[in-house]
Structures are given as structure tokens and as C-alpha cells.
């Protein structure tokens, strides 16, 4: 466990600095956690609500997609089990899995996999590898993890363009409106993500905007103000370098924008330090009570849509059973 401070009760603050300084510092004190702020929810899916209170302010926002938005790919793609309704969710959860009769004729095609494993708890001892494969690879490992039984390898199709996607899957995942009409119509890029939960995406940011969309199963995502994912994403570099060389400071090798992200972020010990500050219960022995007053949370389940802002850090969790599956497109 990486500490944070030399007293397990001095926890890192964010704090914005004066105009014209530089944009955030860091500093210990003492401080009290408070809850997560909950993404707001739009009233309604539409091209101007959207605009008016997510896209000009950005700012993030969840939406619940109407029957008229909802592609093809939800239903055509995937069988969806919503529990029996006599009882709680957490006895009766929803879960989704693949339609076979509809993904066999096209697992020859070539997609991007991440192939992650874990040989213990001990996330430093993680591999990754980024493979390009036929899908059949994936389908595989999703039908062979059908159960509750899972291996230690995760094989998780991750950012794969929908253009590079056969015409007919392409078909039943159109761009929405908002990404066409709500700003300027530029589509920077798109993507597939679809594996078996539980999934994981750590904490960086995207140039653009994105329209993230949630096709089959539940995510998690918190996500931060560009400034404070920044300070994080700088305080996080300091601990490494000091971890390897001794020294409290920025290497060289690192930069601060992080605008684009690399293999390191998905093993090692960034993605060590990064977990343990966004994702793990606070503690005395987890000094991350400050880092957790500034995160936002959504919950997006299937036929829901999270708006990301431009360079708001998040990062991304497939949560619950069954396979999870989404799309974005990076717009402006």
C-alpha cells in the first residue's frame, strides 16, 4: 500500500490557486469526507435540453434514451434477463448475454483485445497486452466465463473504431443526433467496448467530447474536473518517482497533460496508485478522503447515455454479471 503522507491522519488536499499562478497546488490537512456528487440526470433526450445543460456548460450528464433513440444493437445483439421482480435487485439483478445465432457469423472478423491477467490480488503483479485478433477469441472466452467461475484472464474488446466493424453491425449502431446536430457535427472517432464483467478502465482523459452509451450490462464511471484530474494525475507521477528514485518530484519520462495514455496506464504501479485513490474505500491507511470529495459518479445501466465533458478525467468499471457492452463517439 502506497502512503500518501507521514501521518495517516494529514490527507492531500486540492486546492484551486489564484488567477495567473498555477492552476492547482497541492497541500496536507487535516479533513472530512463528504459524499459523492451524483451525475445529474436530464430531463429528457433531446437536442436542445441536451445543449442547454450538459454540452454549452460542459458539464457531465446521464441520459435515459427514449424508444426512438435506442439502436438496434440493444436488442439485436444481446439477450437481456431483468430478474423476475419479486424481490430486491440485488436478488434479482438484470444481466445480459450474447445472442450466439447472431455473433457466429462474424467471428472471423479482426478486432483490438486487451488481454489482461492476474496472477494474484496483487494488482503490480498484472500483465496487459493489446492483441489484434478474430473476434472469435473474444466470443470464446465470453461463453467459456458464462459462469461464476472466473479465470484470472480478462480478454475485453476495448476502443475498437465502429467504422473498422462489419456494415451490418454498423447498421444497428447509427451516430446519434446529439453527436451530429448538438455541436459543431465533427466525429473525431467512435468505438466498441464489449467483454465480460468485471471490467476496468483506469483514470485519463479524452481530448473531445464524448457521448458514452451503455448497450448491455452496468458501468460505473467517476469522473473529475480537468484541474483536479490534473493534480491527481501530478501527484500520482510524484509518488512514482519517488517510489523509483527516491526523490519527491516529476520525472522526466512523464508529462502533466496526459491528454493521450499509454500501456502504463494499465499495469504497474500507476495503475496501482491511481486504483487505490479513486476507487478504494477511504481509510487511515488509504489517504484518499480528500481526492474522494471531488469525484462525480454515474451509474449508467443499459439504454442510458453518460456526456462527458472535453478532458474531464474518468474512469470506467463493468460492474454485475452477465457481459457488459458499450459504444462512444468522440465529437464536437
Same mark, same amino acid.
Given at each position: 500500500?502506497?502512503?500518501?503522507?507521514?501521518?495517516?491522519?494529514?490527507?492531500?488536499?486540492?486546492?484551486?490557486?489564484?488567477?495567473?499562478?498555477?492552476?492547482?497546488?497541492?497541500?496536507?490537512?487535516? $479533513?472530512?469526507?463528504?459524499?459523492? =456528487?451524483?451525475?445529474?440526470?436530464?430531463?429528457?433526450? $433531446?437536442?436542445?435540453?441536451?445543449?442547454?445543460?450538459?454540452?454549452?456548460?460542459?458539464?457531465?450528464?446521464?441520459?435515459?434514451?427514449?424508444?426512438?433513440?435506442?439502436?438496434?444493437?440493444?436488442?439485436?445483439?444481446?439477450?437481456?434477463?431483468?430478474?423476475?421482480?419479486?424481490?430486491?435487485?440485488?436478488? #434479482?439483478?438484470?444481466?445480459?448475454? /450474447?445472442?450466439?445465432?447472431?455473433?457466429?457469423?462474424?467471428?472471423?472478423?479482426?478486432?483490438?483485445?486487451?488481454? $489482461?491477467?492476474?496472477?494474484?490480488?496483487?494488482?503490480?503483479?498484472?500483465?496487459?497486452?493489446?492483441?489484434?485478433?478474430?473476434? @472469435?477469441?473474444? /466470443?470464446?472466452?465470453?461463453?467459456? =466465463?458464462?459462469?461464476?467461475?472466473?479465470?484470472?484472464?480478462?480478454?475485453?474488446?476495448?476502443?475498437?473504431?465502429?467504422?473498422?466493424?462489419?456494415?451490418?453491425?454498423?447498421?444497428?449502431?447509427?451516430?446519434?443526433?446529439?453527436?451530429?446536430?448538438?455541436?459543431?457535427?465533427?466525429?473525431?472517432?467512435?468505438?466498441?467496448?464489449?467483454?465480460?464483467?468485471?471490467?476496468?478502465?483506469?483514470?485519463?482523459?479524452?481530448?473531445?467530447?464524448?457521448?458514452?452509451?451503455?448497450?448491455?450490462? *452496468?458501468?460505473?464511471?467517476?469522473?473529475?474536473?480537468?484541474?483536479?484530474?490534473?493534480?491527481?494525475?501530478?501527484?500520482? $507521477?510524484?509518488?512514482?518517482?519517488?517510489?523509483?528514485?527516491?526523490?519527491?518530484?516529476?520525472?522526466?519520462?512523464? *508529462?502533466? @497533460?496526459?491528454?493521450?495514455?499509454?500501456?502504463?496506464?494499465?499495469?504497474?504501479?500507476?495503475?496501482?496508485?491511481?486504483?487505490?485513490?479513486?476507487?478504494?474505500?477511504? #481509510?487511515?491507511?488509504?489517504?484518499?478522503?480528500?481526492?474522494?470529495?471531488?469525484?462525480?459518479?454515474?451509474?449508467?445501466?443499459?439504454?442510458?447515455?453518460?456526456?462527458?465533458?472535453?478532458?474531464?478525467?474518468?474512469?470506467?468499471?463493468?460492474?454485475?454479471?452477465?457481459?457488459?457492452?458499450?459504444?462512444?463517439?468522440?465529437?464536437?
Amino acid at each position: 500500500m502506497i502512503r500518501l503522507s507521514h501521518s495517516p491522519y494529514h490527507l492531500l488536499e486540492l486546492v484551486c490557486a489564484p488567477p495567473g499562478r498555477e492552476a492547482l497546488r497541492c497541500r496536507y490537512v487535516k $479533513t472530512h469526507v463528504r459524499s459523492l =456528487t451524483n451525475v445529474p440526470v436530464l430531463s429528457c433526450w $433531446t437536442i436542445d435540453t441536451f445543449r442547454r445543460e450538459a454540452f454549452i456548460p460542459q458539464t457531465p450528464a446521464v441520459l435515459a434514451l427514449s424508444n426512438e433513440s435506442l439502436p438496434q444493437a440493444i436488442t439485436e445483439w444481446f439477450f437481456h434477463h431483468d430478474g423476475d421482480g419479486s424481490g430486491p435487485r440485488s436478488q #434479482s439483478p438484470r444481466r445480459s448475454e /450474447l445472442k450466439p445465432s447472431f455473433w457466429r457469423d462474424h467471428g472471423q472478423n479482426i478486432v483490438s483485445l486487451e488481454v $489482461t491477467n492476474s496472477a494474484s490480488s496483487d494488482s503490480l503483479s498484472t500483465t496487459f497486452d493489446r492483441i489484434d485478433a478474430p473476434l @472469435s477469441v473474444l /466470443l470464446t472466452h465470453i461463453e467459456r =466465463t458464462s459462469g461464476e467461475d472466473h479465470t484470472s484472464q480478462s480478454i475485453y474488446l476495448a476502443q475498437h473504431d465502429l467504422r473498422d466493424l462489419p456494415k451490418v453491425l454498423q447498421d444497428d449502431l447509427p451516430t446519434p443526433d446529439l453527436v451530429k446536430y448538438a455541436g459543431k457535427g465533427d466525429l473525431y472517432s467512435s468505438s466498441l467496448w464489449l467483454g465480460r464483467s468485471p471490467t476496468y478502465t483506469p483514470l485519463h482523459r479524452d481530448p473531445n467530447p464524448n457521448l458514452f452509451m451503455q448497450l448491455a450490462g *452496468t458501468k460505473v464511471i467517476r469522473l473529475f474536473r480537468p484541474e483536479i484530474g490534473d493534480a491527481i494525475f501530478d501527484y500520482t $507521477t510524484k509518488l512514482i518517482n519517488y517510489a523509483q528514485n527516491g526523490q519527491y518530484g516529476l520525472s522526466d519520462q512523464r *508529462t502533466r @497533460s496526459a491528454s493521450f495514455r499509454g500501456e502504463e496506464m494499465m499495469m504497474g504501479l500507476e495503475r496501482s496508485i491511481l486504483h487505490n485513490l479513486i476507487w478504494e474505500e477511504p #481509510s487511515p491507511t488509504n489517504n484518499n478522503c480528500t481526492i474522494l470529495r471531488y469525484v462525480y459518479e454515474a451509474t449508467v445501466e443499459r439504454g442510458q447515455a453518460l456526456f462527458i465533458p472535453k478532458c474531464w478525467w474518468h474512469s470506467v468499471k463493468g460492474v454485475g454479471g452477465g457481459v457488459t457492452a458499450s459504444a462512444n463517439w468522440w465529437f464536437r
